[in-house]
């Protein structure tokens, strides 16, 4: 069970996002190299496991006797691009190769892990490769996606970015409902369900969900986009929205 302080301190780094290449534009970092060595398959139609059945929560399929879902690949299968939203490649499944994300929050990266999590306390919530919390923002808009949490806000809670060209590997989430979004300041976040995810400062290691239900706004997002359900006793209060 994680235990949650209800005074949340917030450091305010002096790492921020200006470094990042504007959204859809090309760049040569080292994760370049990481994203053009990753396999690449053309986007095909997986026909759905007899044993599948609708899912209760629309965008995910519920999984077989075998634990696979409909677009779920073999286990020995590399995944095939789902998806493509201009620059950026949704692939059916996790990669095949290991993918470190990028230790800072406040810096994007060319490929995205987003894994499926279970938490007693919230249900199953969405995290990152490292096992980070990511969260959605109740005053952002995701028909059409709308990322409204800038400056001091995004120092807070930093957006999940991705740069170009970039490639997202999802695992137990629906590839069709990911994608990204322009921000304000010109650099590109991802969304689930249409809903721009972010991080949240005060989350030191893997599995914290300290930003849950802060403001009554703020929420781990569930893997069909929707909000976690909040833990009891709070919500807690945050210096920025």
């Known amino acids: 069970m994680t235990t949650l302080s209800r005074t949340t ?11 990042l290449a504007a959204c859809g534009s090309q760049s040569n970092s080292p994760d370049d190299l ?18 599948s059945t609708p899912a209760d929560l629309a965008g995910v399929a519920e999984p077989s006797a075998s634990g696979q ?27 095949d190769k290991d993918i470190k994300p990028n230790e800072d929050k406040a810096k994007g990266s060319n490929t995205v892990e987003l894994n499926a999590t279970l938490n007693e306390q919230i249900g199953t919530y969405v ?14 808009n995701a028909k059409p996606p709308k990322a409204t949490c800038n400056g001091s806000c995004a120092t807070a809670w930093p957006p999940l970015l991705i740069k170009s060209p970039g490639k997202i590997f999802p695992k137990g989430i629906d590839p069709k409902i990911i994608g990204y979004v322009e921000r304000a300041d010109g650099h590109c976040q991802v969304t689930i369900g249409g809903w721009p995810v972010y991080y949240f400062i ?29 833990i009891p006793g709070f919500p807690l209060t945050s210096p920025t929205n």
Request: charged share 20%.
């Open 9 to 19: 301190k917030v450091v305010v780094g002096l790492t921020g996002l200006a470094f």
């Open 34 to 51: 990481i994203a053009k060595q990753l396999p690449v398959a053309e986007t095909r139609t997986v026909a759905p496991s007899p044993t």
């Open 69 to 95: 879902g409909a677009e779920q690949q073999a286990p020995d299968a590399k995944p095939t691009v789902a998806k493509t939203q201009k620059w950026v490649k949704i692939f059916s499944g996790p990669s």
């Open 127 to 140: 995290t990152d490769g490292a096992g980070r919390t990511l969260y959605r923002f109740d005053n952002d």
């Open 202 to 230: 005060a989350d030191a290691k893997p599995g914290d969900i300290n930003g849950q239900g802060v403001n009554g706004k703020w929420f781990a997002i569930a893997p069909t986009g929707g909000k976690t359900k909040p």
